[in-house]
């Protein structure tokens, strides 16, 4: 291996890394806050990802289906148990939050997809599809279940999985596809040449991650995600609700998974099924920062990233089978360290 | 809050009528079906009952890991490659026999089970569906490319078994033998429930600190359940290798994992006839969605997985015990349990003679950050009284109950019960050593009989495992068990309720559950942790009286309270706490004069 190829190989493993990033902190913001082990997280990626270079080729993408009828069964829900608890006030906000807005969307994506806009608003129109996604979930999946163990949770995450996977084989179809890099330049770093999409990837992760932070230390909302993640019934007692939380840390999920699947759509080509496993490999990251520390996440994941990219020089096939091994001698790690007994599930 | 207590009651209710089931019935329609099933079915469903058979192998392992023990796992079709790749090497790549194609499978699957298991068990309950996750996928990668595999072509020509001389090369003949193994795999795993190990396997997933400090190394356990799972996969892969004749990793994606998972959840995760049924439902529904929905969307694809998300979605949503409970409905038996017919007694420990040293607690620490729980607390407890450790809410004494139980690590000082050091035992230790305890937090197992509660607390007076226990080597035991379990019950005057549920039984009676459960440990210090909190007057009375005759029958007694009347007319001596530190011991009529525990009740006089 000569220093090109090592420099080349650092970089793609630093553009993936920041990716896993991304992903491994809205996992563990979902994970803290709802107890959520968020497998479908990928599926976000995928959906932005295809959206978006359906649009471009002037396609309606299928993801406003998902989107209209996720937003009616949520609605369907909320209503039907505001009217048990006869609270009419309540149902002109259902209406707006998951009639309208997504109709709204709906339409404005069938209007602008076949007059091909500059890529910027796709870029919007993809997230305006999937972003409202994430509380929608929450709704219909998890909020009915948000006292249940951490596995049945994890259950319902599979199950989520399964669905969001089928219906994306529905609406995208098996071919892989890949969207337009936002640059075509390419500039000479020393020796290496690096593309302008992997610095837009880089910069818009570090620019992501610097906005969650400033969210959780400055913004009312982000306190309110903190206070929940530290102590959850603490926080329901000091009139922080747990349905409010929980929306908001899936839109937050949504919006991170959704700008990752546009960051690497120009650089990789994805699939129906493609967001599983990269959702999976921030939960790798996650997993070596200990699952339970931001930065010490984002490490783990840039580490993923560069464990990859290497291993896909050295044993290319063996790429995934490496990268999912690596969470082994962090758990050995993790185990030693733990001497108590599990506390105990309440039935 | 009573909203919850209410259905938990209910919950438990319903469980036990599960578990009254008549199995006897169920289990012999149940083979006649099989019996027939060959005769009556055409090839093409003999060949999905085959699917449904080997399916069951693998939902059983996971019935046993995620619905009794409470563990999790997406990785089981992994355990099922390893079996169907390791004959499929031995046999074709070495021309070897199947039957060392098998034990090979086994070995590996083994190997890899109690290395996960090694690493995870301990960890939080989510570590361990993360990481077979992880290694589903790691493996299934590994198939599709290790050239010795034949990558993502596999490995064709596969003999098939030959069995006494017979080759086994029709779908009706793999039928016999893929359901001789499902229903000596169900029935082993029934009797293994109803066992000491079974007892304690069902603690694992709700009261494991509960089956601690009744000697059982959970842990452990944990592992053993995770192996017996792996296992089962394993025979899964084999009977599948030789069954199919090929292996391809196709068969090993991590869909199968989690479909794996949701036929355990369909079936009813905690009954080992789910297995059968999950396993059944969703393979024949699979196999009818594939006809069909490729129909409706006018193209091809794996659209069932929608329709399975849906479905598992509805199921947690509305019914999380899965099926199962549906079906037991059909067949419940109204009649309850005889008592246990008499039987050979359990060895006892050597009493000891009233007045030794018994325990002795010497200057012991324990801070928490900053604050001083138990601070230098000294005293020491002969053996056949009662001594009463009180104190005002706060004052460290459940924080010194659980530095003797061996729930918390002391920071200093030392323990010493019978003259050994027990302070850095764990709480399973303890309990072999003759110290038993009740739970100020009731701590049954709702949901099974009063009779098994109890059984739990004989724990560590049996000995025979996991194996004895499927194969039916444990009964003479478990008989003397069970036995052991009814006269105790009898001894605290519960004799009524050996088979009710234990968490229909009113809060007075549980408690006095959990300390027939203590004495059935035949201990010889028993600690009962505020047992008269949130008891009635007469509760608290005939709770009394059966404490002092539990005395006057030999057994000594630490009792923590704050409840000083009730302690006061009961106790020998009394130890007083406050902040804490001893402010007083002695006599009752000395302690209730006492200036300094007047003022840490009532506060001092401004």
């Not at chain 1, 491994?24 to 497998?39: E, G, M, N």
């Not at chain 2, 298991?117 to 589903?136: E, F, M, N, Q």
């Not at chain 2, 002391?410 to 009740?438: M, V």
Request: proline letters at 4%; zero cysteines; hydrophobic letters at 55%.
């Amino acid at each position: 291996m000569n220093t090109d190829i090592f420099l080349w190989l650092a970089q793609d493993g630093v553009i993936n890394g920041a990716i896993y990033a991304l992903l491994a902190l809205a996992l563990l913001l979902v994970f803290s806050v709802t107890r959520v082990i968020f497998v479908p997280q990928g599926e976000f990626i995928t959906f932005a990802a295809l959206s978006l270079a359906l649009l471009e080729s002037g396609q309606t993408p299928g993801t406003l289906y998902i989107l209209v009828f996720g937003g009616i069964a949520a609605a369907g829900l909320d209503a039907f148990a505001a009217l048990r608890e006869r609270a009419w006030r309540r149902l002109p906000r259902i209406a707006a939050l998951y009639l309208v807005l997504p109709f709204a969307v709906a339409a404005l994506v069938a209007w602008a997809a076949p007059q091909k806009f500059a890529q910027w608003v796709q870029v919007l129109l993809a997230l305006a599809m999937v972003v409202p996604l994430g509380p929608i979930i929450y709704r219909i999946a998890y909020q009915p279940l948000a006292g249940a163990s951490i596995l049945v949770l994890f259950i319902v995450s599979m199950a989520v999985h399964y669905i969001l996977t089928g219906l994306s084989l529905v609406f995208f179809g098996g071919e892989g596809l890949r969207s337009r890099p936002f640059s075509e330049a390419k500039f000479k770093l020393g020796v290496v040449e690096v593309s302008a999409q992997s610095i837009w990837v880089v910069a818009a992760s570090a620019v992501l991650i610097l906005l969650l932070w400033l969210l959780f230390e400055r913004s009312i909302y982000g306190k309110a995600l903190r206070a929940t993640s530290m102590n959850r019934v603490g926080a329901r007692l000091v009139g922080i609700p747990s349905v409010l939380t929980g929306h908001l840390s899936f839109l937050l999920a949504a919006f991170i998974g959704a700008v990752s699947g546009i960051l690497i759509a120009p650089i990789t080509t994805l699939y129906y099924d493609t967001g599983f496993l990269i959702g999976l490999k921030g939960f790798v990251g996650a997993i070596l920062g200990g699952m339970g520390s931001y930065p010490l996440a984002a490490l783990g994941s840039v580490a993923v990233g560069l464990i990859e990219s290497f291993s896909s020089f050295w044993a290319s096939a063996f790429k995934e089978a490496i990268v999912f091994t690596l969470i082994i001698p962090m758990l050995v790690w993790l185990s030693l360290r733990s001497h108590r007994v599990e506390e105990d599930e309440e039935p | 809050m009573i909203a919850a207590l209410r259905s938990h009651a209910a919950a438990a209710l319903r469980s036990h009528a599960v578990a009254a089931l008549r199995s006897h019935a169920v289990l012999g329609l149940f083979i006649a079906f099989l019996i027939a099933a060959p005769f009556l079915l055409s090839e093409f469903y003999v060949t999905l009952m085959n699917y449904i058979g080997l399916a069951t192998l693998v939902t059983l392992g996971l019935v046993l890991l995620t619905g009794v023990a409470g563990l999790m796992s997406f990785g089981q079709q992994a355990f099922v490659g390893v079996g169907a790749y390791a004959t499929g090497v031995v046999t074709t790549l070495y021309s070897g026999s199947p039957w060392l194609g098998l034990l090979a499978g086994m070995a590996a699957t083994a190997f890899v089970a109690l290395g996960l298991g090694l690493i995870t068990v301990r960890l939080s309950g989510h570590y361990l569906p993360l990481s077979t996750i992880a290694w589903g996928i790691s493996v299934y990668f590994a198939f599709g490319n290790l050239e010795v595999l034949g990558r993502y072509n596999g490995l064709q020509g596969i003999p098939p078994l030959s069995i006494l001389g017979r080759t086994v090369d029709t779908g009706r003949e793999s039928y016999v033998l893929i359901w001789l193994a499902a229903l000596a795999a169900l029935l082993a795993a029934r009797n293994l429930l109803d066992s000491r190990a079974g007892r304690a396997i069902r603690a694992l997933r709700f009261r494991a600190t509960m089956a601690e400090s009744f000697g059982i190394d959970t842990a452990r356990l944990k592992l053993i359940i995770f192996l017996y799972a792996a296992l089962l996969a394993s025979l899964s892969g084999w009977l599948y290798a030789h069954f199919l004749r090929f292996v391809s990793p196709g068969a090993f994606n991590v869909n199968m994992g989690i479909e794996y998972l949701f036929m355990a959840v369909v079936g009813g995760a905690s009954q080992v006839w789910g297995a059968v049924i999950g396993a059944s439902i969703l393979t024949l529904l699979k196999e009818w969605l594939k006809d069909l929905l490729p129909k409706l969307f006018e193209q091809s694809g794996n659209y069932e997985v929608i329709v399975f998300g849906l479905l598992m979605l509805m199921l947690l949503h509305h019914a999380r015990d899965g099926l199962m409970p549906v079906f037991a409905r059909l067949f419940r038996s109204r009649q309850p349990a005889p008592p246990p017919p008499a039987a050979a007694a359990l060895a006892r420990r050597p009493r000891l003679a009233p007045g030794e040293a018994l325990l002795e607690v010497d200057a012991v620490h324990k801070n928490f950050g900053g604050l001083a729980a138990v601070n230098a607390l000294s005293f020491a407890m002969r053996s056949g009284e009662i001594l009463g450790l009180i104190g005002p809410n706060g004052a460290g004494k459940s924080t010194l109950f659980n530095l003797v139980t061996g729930v918390l690590p002391a920071d200093g000082g030392a323990i010493r019960f019978l003259g050994e050091r027990i302070d850095a035992l764990p709480s399973r230790r303890i309990a072999q050593r003759g110290l038993a305890r009740s739970f100020q937090h009731v701590n049954l197992m709702g949901a099974m009989s009063v009779l098994e509660n109890v059984a739990i607390g004989a724990h560590l007076r049996g000995t025979k495992g996991s194996v004895a226990a499927m194969l039916r080597l444990d009964r003479d035991e478990e008989r003397s068990l069970r036995y052991e379990a009814a006269q105790q019950i009898a001894r605290v005057g519960l004799g009524a309720h050996l088979s009710d549920a234990a968490g229909s039984l009113p809060l007075g009676q549980q408690r006095v559950v959990e300390i027939a459960r203590a004495l059935a440990a035949d201990p010889l210090l028993l600690l009962l942790d505020e047992p008269a909190a949130g008891l009635r007057l007469q509760e608290k009375q005939a709770l009394a009286a059966l404490l002092r005759r539990l005395r006057d029958e030999g057994m000594s007694i630490l009792l923590v309270e704050h409840d000083m009347d009730f302690v006061m007319g009961l106790v020998d001596r009394l130890v007083v706490m406050d902040f804490g530190e001893k402010i007083a011991e002695g006599l009752p009529r000395e302690i209730q004069g006492n200036p300094a525990v007047i003022e840490a009740y009532l506060g001092g006089i401004e």
